[in-house]
């Protein structure tokens, strides 16, 4: 079955930066729409990031200038580079992502924490 894996949360502080990755296994990357998206505590669940399959890109209004979404096909691998993190950037992000004909698929998240 189609397994979505993050890695790369931890603690930062303000200013700093970090890389998330999202490796999909059990499908080829080929063709899926993928996705990054935060859930901060007592918030609901926000789209961050998308990229297509063809390598279009766009971002929330809030990560604009400071995130950049990325995806390697022959690593299977999507990345999410965060640099000037914020405080209010502290949440659990999950990768996402969705095929035509094969459906949606999410990662179990990954904790990232900004704070001094």
């Known amino acids: 079955q189609v397994q979505l894996v993050e890695s790369g949360g931890g603690l930062v502080q303000p200013g700093g930066s970090l890389r998330l990755s999202c490796t999909v296994s059990g499908s080829s990357f080929s063709g899926y729409v993928m996705a990054w998206h935060r859930q901060a505590p007592g918030k609901e669940r926000e789209l961050v990031a998308v990229?297509?399959?063809?390598?279009?890109?766009s971002y929330a209004d809030s990560v604009k200038g400071r995130f950049t979404i990325s995806r390697d096909a022959a690593k299977n691998t999507m990345y999410l580079q965060m640099n000037g993190l914020k405080p209010e950037d502290t949440a659990v992000y999950y990768c996402r992502g969705d095929h035509w004909a094969k459906g949606s698929y999410w990662g179990q998240g990954t904790q990232v924490t900004v704070s001094s």
């Open positions: 990229i297509t399959s063809g390598g279009t890109t």
